[in-house]
Each structure stands twice: as C-alpha cells, then as structure tokens.
C-alpha cells in the first residue's frame, strides 16, 4: 500500500477495536433502536489493540476516492440537530451543495440519517441511538445497488445504476466537540476486499447487508482529534467501479485512551447520500 507522506512522525495513539472473526458462517448484526434499545452481535469477535494516528497534519492531502475520507469545513444554518424538520429542509440540501462541490458529482440524493449519543439520558429523552464500538463498513458489494433500487423503486433506479455512483457517509459533531468515542477510519487502500465479512443487518424496517472487518495488522488508522461542530467527514461506504478508487472505509468509534472523566458524550450525526456521476 502506498503511504501517506509526512516529514515529521504522526501523533498517535493505541485504541481497542472490536474485529469479526471469519468462521464461515454469515454474522448478523440487529441494530440498536432509537431511545437507548442496545444492538445484538450474532457471530464471533475479538478485540485487537491497533495504532491509530492523527489524520490532521494530512487533511489537505486526504480524497475520497483514494483513502476513502477526508475532513471538509461545513458550517450549517442548523440550530437543533434533533429537530427533523431542520435537518430535512435545511441540513440535507446543504449536503447536496457539498458534495457536488467536493467530488464533483452531478445528481446527489440525501436517503438516509442516524443521530447518535453517548449519554443513555439523550439517547433516551432525543429517541437516538448509541455509538458504533465495532469496526464494520455500512455497505456491501452487494447492497449498494439494492439500497438504489430500494429507495427509488426498480424502474427509476435501472438509469441510475448504468451510472457510476458511491454511497458517501457524512459524519459530524452536533454539540460542541468531539471530546469522547470520536470515529476512527481505516485507510481504504490498506484493506483487502477478503478481509471484510458479508453481515446481515436485521433492522425492523427492513433487513440489509453491511461489512464487518476481520483483523489485520496492515490496516492504518486513522481519526481527527476533538472534530468541531463545523467540521464533517466524508465516507466512503461503497464505490461502484472497481478501477482502483476506494470503495469500502471501514471505521468504528472509538475509546481514546486518558479521557479526561468530565469529557462531554459524544452527540453525532452520520447522513447517507447517493452521488451520481
């Protein structure tokens, strides 16, 4: 894998990560539930201690479409992010505005959000769910295409998919900054499409498919310290050319050693956005 050039070492840091264990047999991963309901992992893990390094020093020189993420200053008209009105009529066309700039996209569609806290009493009182503690890419091979044709019916989707396009991940801080269970990214060059697990994502509302990553010590890590509520990261959670470009990220929150005690929760949002090409 080719690396990323810098003069000086990177700041890092050593952080426990949840890994699948390929056994053969299909995972399944049945979601938490919006007001605290805890997720439940059918199959086999194990966790690894794994070196992640500072990703900021590298920001300029960070693509999409080569390491899979990037760091973009985003600043929003957004007041309440629990509010879904505001994120419907103004947060998701700011999405739109971004990624046609950022990668260059001609037609980009908003499908999907999660909103997620690290505290139980929000998670309870706003109805979100907990962070993700294992290291897992949202999309498959697979379900990329079929979350197109979920979402605008086989007739429509059939034009779309003749189209190259990538599922990308925006993820930001809510409320103030990232202080605890920031979101680790794992350089998409550094991972071998057989080093991802086919898992079963069994949701009420449907039932999809999703990656869980198994152990390897090649992998590179990377995270931005104490992200800022006008900061995003881009994802990418699925590519569907096979050219060389990135097309899976696996990332997972992360327990950063040395927290202080009184560190705010984590309160996030990821938004999920089809570009077209």
Request: proline fraction near 6%.
């Amino acid at each position: 894998m080719a690396q990323l050039q810098q003069e000086q070492p990177l700041e890092q840091i050593q952080a426990t990560v949840s890994f699948v264990v390929d056994t053969g047999q299909k995972p399944v991963n049945i979601p938490s539930t919006p007001g605290g309901g805890e997720s439940q992992h059918i199959g086999e893990y194990e966790d690894k201690t794994v070196i992640v390094r500072d990703a900021r020093p590298l920001a300029a020189e960070l693509s999409v479409d080569r390491e899979g993420f990037a760091l973009v200053p985003l600043e929003t008209q957004v007041t309440d992010f629990y509010d879904n009105d505001q994120i419907e009529n103004i947060y998701n066309p700011e999405l739109v505005a971004l990624l046609k700039k950022e990668l260059g996209a001609k037609d980009v569609f908003v499908f999907d959000h999660t909103v997620r806290a690290g505290d139980e009493k929000v998670r309870s009182a706003k109805k979100v769910r907990e962070p993700v503690l294992r290291a897992h890419n949202d999309y498959t091979v697979k379900s990329g295409p079929v979350r197109v044709k979920d979402w605008f019916g086989e007739e429509k989707a059939a034009p779309l998919l003749e189209r190259r396009f990538s599922i990308v991940n925006v993820w930001r801080s809510i409320v103030g900054a990232i202080e605890r269970n920031p979101l680790a990214i794992c350089d998409a060059r550094s991972v071998p499409l057989d080093d991802m697990v086919a898992t079963e994502r069994r949701a009420a509302e449907r039932v999809g498919e999703t990656y869980r990553l198994t152990y390897n010590a090649s992998h590179q890590w990377y995270y931005f310290p104490l992200m800022q509520r006008n900061e995003a990261m881009l994802i990418k959670s699925y590519e569907s050319e096979s050219d060389g470009r990135a097309r899976f990220t696996p990332h997972t929150a992360i327990e950063v050693p040395n927290t202080p005690e009184n560190a705010a929760p984590r309160q996030s949002i990821e938004s999920r956005l089809f570009a077209f090409f």
